[in-house]
Nanobody, 118 residues
Framework: QVHLVESGGGLVQPGGSLRLSCAASGFTFSSADMMWYRQAPGKGRDLVAHITGAGDSTIYADSVKGRFTISRDNAKNTLYLQMNSLKPEDAAVYYC???????????WGQGTQVTVSS
């Protein structure tokens, strides 16, 4: 059974940092492309960052370039999102998504809330 479990969300002041984690199980994590998405209240779910299975290529939304870093530890089956210089507009529920190699089956976590407020 596939599980993606996000953690690390919380309340942070503008300019602060958070590190999100997504623990994966039940599929071959090391070959799966992984992504972080976010969804603010009343808005759609938007792609934040993408990383290939080997971790050798990343893509970021323009709104987070230079502030967020996506990474992965394939030995630990864990995806990360380091978020620095957080802004109020970064507040959202953050989800991790995995797309399995070959089958293209996709998996979603349950989300973790990030609140940016003074």
């Amino acid at each position: 059974q596939v599980h993606l479990v996000e953690s690390g969300g919380g309340l942070v002041q503008p300019g602060g940092s958070l590190r999100l984690s997504c623990a994966a199980s039940g599929f071959t994590f090391s070959s799966a492309d992984m992504m972080w998405y976010r969804q603010a209240p009343g808005k759609g779910r938007d792609l934040v960052a993408h990383i290939t299975g080997a971790g050798d290529s990343t893509i970021y939304a323009d709104s987070v370039k230079g502030r967020f870093t996506i990474s992965r530890d394939n030995a630990k089956n864990t995806l990360y999102l380091q978020m620095n210089s957080l802004k109020p507009e970064d507040a959202a529920v953050y989800y991790c998504r995995g797309v399995a190699a070959f089958s293209n089956d996709e998996y979603w976590g349950q989300g973790t809330q990030v609140t940016v407020s003074s």
